[in-house]
């Protein structure tokens, strides 16, 4: 039976996000500095490698022979990223990838027509679910990360904060050229709409990072004196943990007695297995200025031809520069989202050029009614 052009484009897909996950383990392991997280890294390159190779015989096997494959624009964006950024970025990254083809290879088997396809989709959806706890296990998250993964770290905060900053300061800045004020009434509340909005996001990053902290905090302590108090419950419940991942039932206990013999390396497991809390990799403080600075970034973009032009050039400058941003920031997003460049940029390119509408119109019957 030949292959319909959507059954086609997914195996495609499949084989291209192979190929591009090969390249990156290899961008990640070149990143690495500790050799036995990096050798791990290439030897996921190598698998991935395989899996590239599994889909180009099931091509061919149903007519559609397909040559070497190159990386795609954004998996060289992504290798571009994590070379600055290091291993913090692309981790978390290649995680919530894994995570997802456990998820399309898991529906591939459902709805595959041909056996052989059934059959490859499955054994993949098992390696890239092995990865996945893999790369879990590096990152301290939790397990099975395919059902709630996140990502990025630094760099998504840097891209959500400078989203939220151009598209607040470009509806407000509109709005005030709608109400067709002077040109320095524009600038004063661009800069005035650019101070209050990075305050107020390095505020909320600052806080809910504390927040997060603290709870963790008690969460921690309680376990804490629960391990003090009924060391024999907690005991019996790290041996469950152990033998929900197929761990023999007298191999589970006796690896837990041990564990419990040492208090803090009891709360240090139970902390991790128990409670899923991993090594925090950022404090409030640096989460709330990251998210205040590239917020007022982002606002400053509209803003700023109004400090060097005025009138309509000011204007018109102004607008195009911050479409192209968002176009731009919405590209950023796909990262985390997991979309394409393409439709995420576009999307918020329909996103800003609303906001500037809907401001502008706003700007403009205010202006009439006071």
Do not use: C
């Amino acid at each position: 039976m030949p292959l319909d052009r959507e059954t086609l484009h997914v195996w495609l897909h499949h084989w291209q996000d192979e190929y591009d996950a090969a390249y990156l383990y290899l961008v990640l392991a070149g990143q690495e500095p500790d050799q036995k997280r990096k050798d791990v890294y290439i030897k996921l390159a190598g698998v991935e490698e395989r899996h590239v190779q599994m889909w180009e015989e099931l091509l061919a096997e149903h007519g559609h022979p397909v040559g070497r494959p190159r990386p795609s624009v954004n998996a060289r964006l992504r290798a571009w990223f994590g070379r600055r950024f290091g291993t913090g970025y692309l981790l978390p990254l290649l995680l919530r990838e894994e995570g997802q083809e456990v998820k399309g290879y898991m529906d591939l088997h459902k709805q595959a027509r041909f056996d052989d396809a059934r059959e490859v989709s499955l054994k993949l959806a098992k390696e890239s679910a092995a990865h996945a706890e893999t790369l879990a296990g590096l990152a301290g998250r939790a397990a099975e990360p395919w059902h709630n993964t996140g990502s990025g770290g630094f760099l998504r905060n840097v891209v959500y904060g400078f989203n939220d900053g151009l598209t607040a300061n470009f509806g407000l800045v509109a709005g005030v050229i709608g109400a067709s004020v002077a040109p320095h009434i524009v600038l004063l509340s661009g800069l005035a709409g650019m101070f209050a909005d990075a305050l107020s996001m390095g505020a909320s990053g600052y806080l809910a990072a504390k927040s997060e902290q603290e709870v963790y905090a008690h969460e921690i302590a309680m376990e804490k004196e629960e391990i003090r108090i009924m060391p024999e419950v907690e005991e019996e419940e790290l041996a469950l943990v152990y033998q929900t991942k197929g761990i023999e039932a007298g191999i589970a206990r006796q690896m837990a007695a041990e564990v419990m013999r040492d208090s803090q390396r009891a709360l240090d497991e139970q902390v991790r297995e128990e409670l899923k809390i991993g090594v925090a990799h950022s404090t409030p403080f640096k989460e709330g200025w990251v998210t205040g600075a590239s917020t007022a970034v982002g606002a400053l973009i509209p803003v700023a031809p109004f400090l060097v032009l005025s009138g309509r050039a000011a204007a018109w400058t102004a607008f195009a520069i911050a479409m192209l941003s968002h176009f731009a920031v919405g590209a950023a997003r796909s990262f985390f989202t997991g979309r394409g460049v393409i439709r995420s940029g576009i999307d918020m390119f329909v996103v800003g050029l609303g906001v500037a509408a809907v401001g502008y119109v706003v700007g403009d019957v205010i202006a009439q009614v006071f």
